[in-house]
Nanobody
């Protein structure tokens, strides 16, 4: 699976952005997908994930109620809708695919494939 994240940019606090992740491969629907973010000097942080089968979603407490993960298997796409953005949301955002037909996890170690990252900058 190859992943390509896009949609990052500069936005003012309180604004919105939608990140997209395009996936290659015919088995996309069998992968749980996640979004992570990272700032310099810090570990990669879980943001949100969506299961491959029942499409259950999971959010980090820091983004709950503001970010929404979704997927479109027909288009091999995963999205992260971000609202009410805060300066502390500034980071490089990565999409990731978990192990084939396995439940998603909040740990980056459970993901087998990663996109290249897209930078989100939220100004105060």
């Amino acid at each position: 699976v190859q992943l390509q994240a896009s949609g990052g940019g500069l936005v003012q606090a309180g604004g919105s952005l939608r990140l997209s992740c395009a996936a290659s491969g015919r088995t996309f629907s069998s992968y749980g997908m996640g979004w992570f973010r990272q700032t310099p000097g810090k570990d990669r942080e879980f943001v949100a994930a969506i299961d491959w089968n029942k499409w259950s979603t999971y959010d980090a407490d820091s983004v709950k109620g503001r970010f929404t993960i979704s997927r479109d298997n027909a288009k091999n796409m995963v999205y992260l809708q971000m609202k009410s953005l805060k300066p502390e949301d500034t980071a490089v955002y990565y999409c990731a695919a978990g192990s084939l037909m396995r439940p998603v996890s909040r740990s980056p170690l459970s993901y087998d494939y990663w996109g290249q990252g897209t930078l989100v900058t939220v100004s105060s």
